[in-house]
């Protein structure tokens, strides 16, 4: 009998991993989420369930938005991969390559779940919405760069208004698809100015119709954040009227179709040329009924006066009879100015000095003040004797000083010196 060769604990455990990949290399497997733990390195564990049986398993990070996003609790999905062991605790777990929901109604159930979870985030307020422009300059669009989609746009905006249109090309389904919309949005909000591709006033994203799967990378929760934090209007067109997508709540206008955008980001030319010939109309009317009713009124207040042109002729005959008169009152009160001038210019001349010193009287002083007696002139050497026709200078003899009794005026021995007036 040959002997069993020994093996060690991690021999069997590789041999088990190998055996059981090789067997289950490539599986799809139907469960119920359940237990979700999402590490710091990014892996995100959890567990597929039914009602008899529960399955480990892993996604790595890397992974796309799509399947990490499919990976809610309580979801049933369809994942695809591979199964393998985990030889440190001796269990086996399935490697996660893709996962989506499985069926409609696991689809609608994610969809609720992530609505109700952005809308509480604030991402569907009306607030937070901006106005579209009138009339933009450049118009964004981001879809398929293949099919009627970019056609009708196109056709529609030539149409009403034609402007620029500045297409970003993108995938509108499947794998990939909702991170190259969110890509899109971000790069028209990134454009710098005055460069050769214009940043665009407003933004369309748009496709066709098509079931729910088809439109689910609108869902995507990095299309709702994305199309949130555009600094750029956003008009969405997904699927047709009765479609409904996350992008539309979070969209600062909705449109039914992508026809339907069009018309929304410009209005029509002719129309817009139309109402400005009405409105050019209805103000010539409103000036021309305003200056009607304007003369009528003034017809009707010229007639309540008796004779208009007699009123004011007879107001400048006022006017000249007042200032015929004003004319005479100021003659007469410069006559009466000048008489009293004169008067009082004879006064003021009868009472000047000048006036006395002309009957012979003289006006004594010495360089400081006027002398009025003998004994004050006595008493200053030299002395200034003002005539009304010019000035003496005087020098007063000393008297002796032994002579007594003496008559004042015989003291006053002088020499004098004319002076020019």
């Known amino acids: 009998m040959t002997e069993q060769p020994i093996l060690s604990v991690t021999e069997i455990s590789l041999s088990l991993k190998a055996c059981v990949e090789q067997v289950f290399g490539n599986i799809r497997v139907r469960g119920e989420v359940s237990d979700i733990k999402r590490a710091t390195s990014g892996h995100i564990y959890f567990s597929l ?134 890509a899109a949005i971000k790069g028209f909000n990134n454009l710098p100015a005055n460069k050769k591709i214009p940043k665009p006033d407003v933004l369309i994203v748009a496709r066709g119709g098509g079931s729910l799967e088809d439109l689910w990378c609108f869902n995507e929760e990095c299309v709702a954040r994305a199309t949130y934090e555009s600094e750029i209007p956003i008009i969405s067109a997904v699927g047709h009227e009765t479609d409904t997508t996350l992008i539309d709540y979070v969209a600062d206008l909705r449109a039914p179709t992508p026809t339907g955008a069009a018309e929304k980001a410009v209005p029509v030319r002719l129309e817009l040329n139309n109402l400005l010939i009405e409105k050019e109309n209805l103000l010539k009317t409103t000036l021309i009924r305003n200056l009607t009713e304007k003369r009528l009124r003034l017809s009707s207040i010229t007639q309540a ?117």
């Not at 604030?122 to 669009?141: A, N, Y």
């Not at 009082?344 to 004594?364: C, P, Q, T």
Request: charge should be positive.
């Open 305 to 421: 006066f008796p004779n208009l042109n007699e009123i004011i002729q007879y107001i400048i005959q006022k006017l000249d009879d007042k200032t015929e008169r004003l004319h005479y009152a100021f003659k007469m009160l410069l006559y009466h100015r000048t008489e009293s001038f004169k008067n009082l210019n004879r006064l003021l001349e009868s009472y000047s000095y000048h006036s006395i010193l002309k009957r012979g009287f003289a006006l004594v002083s010495n360089q400081k003040q006027i002398l009025t007696s003998a004994k004050q002139a006595s008493k200053f050497p030299h002395l200034t004797l003002s005539f009304f026709d010019g000035k003496i200078n005087v020098n007063q003899l000393k008297i002796n000083k032994n002579s007594t009794k003496q008559d004042p005026d015989e003291q006053l021995n002088f020499w004098s010196t004319p002076q020019k007036k």
């Open 49 to 182: 369930k039914d009602k008899d049986s529960v399955l480990s398993a892993i996604c790595w990070r890397g992974k796309s938005a799509a399947t990490t996003s499919a990976i809610q609790e309580g979801l049933e999905i369809i994942c695809s991969g591979k199964l393998s062991t985990y030889p440190g605790r001796s269990n086996y777990q399935m490697i996660i390559e893709t996962a989506e929901p499985a069926g409609v109604g696991a689809l609608l159930k994610l969809l609720q779940e992530r609505k109700e979870r952005l809308e509480k985030e604030g991402l569907f307020d009306p607030m937070h919405k901006k106005t579209i422009p009138f009339l933009p300059e450049v118009i964004g669009v981001i879809t398929s760069p293949t099919g009627a989609v970019i056609r009708d746009i196109i056709h529609r905006i030539s149409d009403r208004f034609p402007r620029r249109i500045i297409l970003w090309p993108v995938a509108v389904q499947g794998e990939g698809a909702a991170e190259q919309i969110a």
